[in-house]
């Protein structure tokens, strides 16, 4: 593949050598245990979207480790929210990830994970409709599913008032999905922190002062401070910084 923008190491091991895709994945991997990576862009300023949409601050650089944090992953985790907002279309990849799939033993798409309390999801999305492989959605015990969406998904209730995220993680690895990326929103994140569940957060830093306005990147009740330690420290030519924190 033809690189734009260069990515290289800053930290731990500093190297100017532009980073090719089979070095990059490597510096992310897939944790030996059962795992949750949360992936955001934000702005310096700690903004989590421009004019509204996260695409405003996301380049080239942050869509290329985007791209591989699906390829190494098991499942996509993403709240009902930010698949309606984002406009979500089904989860797939290019032969040459797919083949990369292939080669360490996985399936050739990763499963799309939905987190709805309401089920207020429409079953024509193409997230749905289109999906390569068949979608979750992890709910609440009383919630009405709309027409259709069983034809396409498998609804798993777990928790009355909300979804109980631990019961969920816990069903997505019954059925073999270890390796999760939570895309957001800011809501689920929260939520997640909150019940002790993630273990690595990537992190894009653009170089944007976006000002007063956007949330961040994390919203929700307050919960307990975590240490989350600096693994490591990747730049872009353009200004773009790649973090990435995770337990030991």
Not at 3 to 17: E, H, K, N, R, T
Not at 63 to 81: N, P, Y
Not at 179 to 206: I, N
Request: contains cysteine; aromatic residues 4%; glycine residues 10%.
């Amino acid at each position: 593949m033809s690189v734009g923008i260069p990515i290289s190491a800053l930290w731990p091991d500093p190297s100017p050598q532009p980073l090719d895709d089979t070095a990059l994945a490597a510096h992310y991997g897939r944790a030996d245990r059962p795992h949750l990576r949360v992936n955001f862009v934000t702005s310096v300023d700690g903004a989590v979207s421009v004019d509204g949409y996260s695409a405003g601050l996301s380049g080239e650089p942050d869509k290329r480790v985007f791209g591989l944090l699906r390829m190494l992953c098991d499942a996509l985790v993403v709240a009902a929210g930010t698949l309606r907002h984002e406009g979500y279309r089904a989860v797939r990849l290019d032969e040459r990830r797919r083949a990369w799939r292939r080669a360490h033993g996985l399936p050739e798409y990763p499963t799309l994970v939905v987190v709805s309390d309401s089920l207020d999801l429409d079953p024509a999305q193409a997230a749905f409709a289109d999906a390569p492989v068949r979608p979750v959605v992890l709910t609440r015990v009383g919630a009405a599913a709309p027409t259709g969406l069983t034809d396409v998904a498998d609804v798993v209730r777990c928790g009355d008032d909300r979804v109980d995220l631990a019961e969920g993680l816990a069903e997505l690895r019954r059925r073999g999905l270890d390796q999760l990326l939570c895309e957001g929103g800011p809501r689920l994140f929260g939520a997640l922190t909150a019940a002790d569940l993630v273990d690595e957060v990537c992190l894009t830093v653009a170089p944007l002062l976006a000002g007063a306005g956007p949330g961040r990147i994390t919203a929700g009740d307050a919960s307990a401070v975590r240490h989350l330690p600096l693994r490591h420290v990747l730049a872009a030519a353009d200004g773009v910084l790649m973090l990435r924190y995770a337990r030991d």
